[in-house]
Nanobody, 115 residues
Framework: QVQLVESGGGLVQPGGSLRLSCAASGRIFGVNVMGWYRQTPGKQRESVATITSGHITNYADSVKGRFTISRDNAKNTVYLQMNSLKPEDTAVYFC?????????WGQGTQVTVSS
């Protein structure tokens, strides 16, 4: 089992920045993928950004150039730096940890971009 604890969500004005953090604990193996997904009411959860344990990253087209995902393997923590936020970035953001084909999810953190 892997447990994920997220932090860093909140309310921000358009053009502003937020940084999300997610700390993983439990039975964590060296080879894994961590990432951030988001979901709005009535829509499917979508991938925002992922990063492998080897620091290979992948981003949704909608966030490229604005969001940066990073991780600290020693702390089993993944970060999402979100800049130039737009109202359409408003969603619940979920941290994900994948290893051996199994997905683990955090509880979600609300990000609201509004003036």
């Amino acid at each position: 089992q892997v447990q994920l604890v997220e932090s860093g969500g909140g309310l921000v004005q358009p053009g502003g920045s937020l940084r999300l953090s997610c700390a993983a604990s439990g039975r964590i193996f060296g080879v894994n993928v961590m990432g951030w997904y988001r979901q709005t009411p009535g829509k499917q959860r979508e991938s925002v950004a992922t990063i492998t344990s080897g620091h290979i990253t992948n981003y949704a087209d909608s966030v490229k150039g604005r969001f940066t995902i990073s991780r600290d393997n020693a702390k089993n923590t993944v970060y999402l730096q979100m800049n130039s936020l737009k109202p359409e970035d408003t969603a619940v953001y979920f941290c994900n940890h994948r290893q051996f084909g199994l997905d683990y999810w955090g509880q979600g953190t609300q990000v609201t971009v509004s003036s």
